[in-house]
């Protein structure tokens, strides 16, 4: 995966290759964020005036629970989890009301979904990239098996214009075209792409594409940012996504802070610093709940760069 890092006027400053070896099948790993841009705090997400239609519900919400949490199936030599681990894991993470991956490699649509019935959680599922769309969608369909009651969300791709695998066109169009066959195969929940705050705001097309807005955001790669404005600049860039879509619902589909690594100017990586970023998210989203939270367990597996501060492996959660 290739992440393209950009200043704060949406200039490229850096390039960063990202991907799992080929013990797994192709890639379907997290990318990092694009530094960020600085917000005013004290903004709050305004009301969603649809554009067209409200956007389909998810089913089967469990009362008393918010928020997702992401979740990567890869052990650190970057081998797949068998369905015990992914289990264990699920039930580690099962406050949440649901858990968001990011593909259909390691059999993670199936695994995931089956451990976390067992823990009453939806899953935001998805798929990576556009490599072998539109037949990359079977593999959802049959984990689902004609029930789509656990299905929170279904992604088509992540950051693939901030990539650049593919143009704004291209994933609309593909939005589109997954709608249409997921809806023959039964499914009437939301489908959308998710993609950087930065590059929504570029390309409404693509929130108007989707059935909500889906924005990846982080406060720690901004470095004016400290952990306890995490959650308001979140919920910043969550209101200029909507401003920019003429008022659409946006859920932030990742937000985190890792707790080691080196700072990144006021942003700096630790355990306590963690614990106030995740709790400043929690309490700024706690109205709505329009957040996944980043991410559940520390990613081993993953590879460090000039841009990464250290911190790649360290954005767990909830760590064994």
């Given at each position: 995966e290739v992440v393209v890092w950009v200043d704060e006027a949406g200039q490229t400053i850096g390039i960063e290759n990202h991907a799992p070896t080929a013990t797994i099948p192709p890639a379907q790993a997290t990318d990092l964020p694009p530094i960020l841009i600085v917000p005013d705090p004290d903004s709050l997400l305004v009301p969603e005036i649809p554009t067209e239609d409200d956007p389909p519900e998810p089913e089967n919400v469990t009362p008393n629970r918010k928020f997702g949490i992401?979740?990567?199936?890869?052990?650190?030599?970057?081998?797949c989890k068998s369905q015990e681990r992914v289990d264990k894991d699920m039930e580690a993470v099962s406050e949440h009301e649901y858990v968001r991956i990011y593909g259909i490699d390691c059999n993670q649509t199936e695994t995931v979904l089956a451990a976390a019935k067992k823990q009453n959680m939806q899953v935001f599922a998805g798929i990576f990239n556009l490599e072998g769309f539109p037949d990359s969608l079977e593999t959802i369909m049959d984990a689902a098996a004609g029930d789509w009651s656990p299905f929170h969300t279904i992604a088509i791709g992540n950051e693939l214009v901030n990539g650049k695998h593919n143009s704004a066109e291209e994933v609309v169009q593909a939005v589109h075209t997954a709608r249409g066959r997921l809806r023959d195969a039964g499914y009437e929940g939301p489908v959308v792409t998710v993609d950087t705050f930065s590059v929504m705001l570029k390309h409404p097309e693509l929130c108007h594409a989707s059935d909500y807005c889906a924005a990846n955001c982080h406060a720690f790669f901004d470095a004016n940012q400290t952990p306890e404005k995490a959650g308001a600049y979140a919920r910043k860039q969550a209101k200029q996504v909507s401003d920019a879509a003429g008022g659409k619902k946006t859920l932030i589909t990742e937000s985190g802070w890792p707790h080691g690594g080196q700072p990144n100017g006021a942003a700096i990586p630790s355990k306590e610093n963690q614990q106030k970023a995740i709790s400043s998210l929690r309490e700024t989203f706690g109205d709505n709940g329009d957040l996944v939270l980043f991410t559940a367990f520390d990613d081993g597996w993953k590879e460090d760069n000039q841009w990464t501060f250290?911190?790649?492996?360290?954005?767990?959660?909830?760590?064994?």
């Open positions: 992401s979740y990567s199936p890869y052990n650190d030599d970057r081998t250290g911190a790649e492996k360290f954005w767990g959660i909830q760590n064994p």
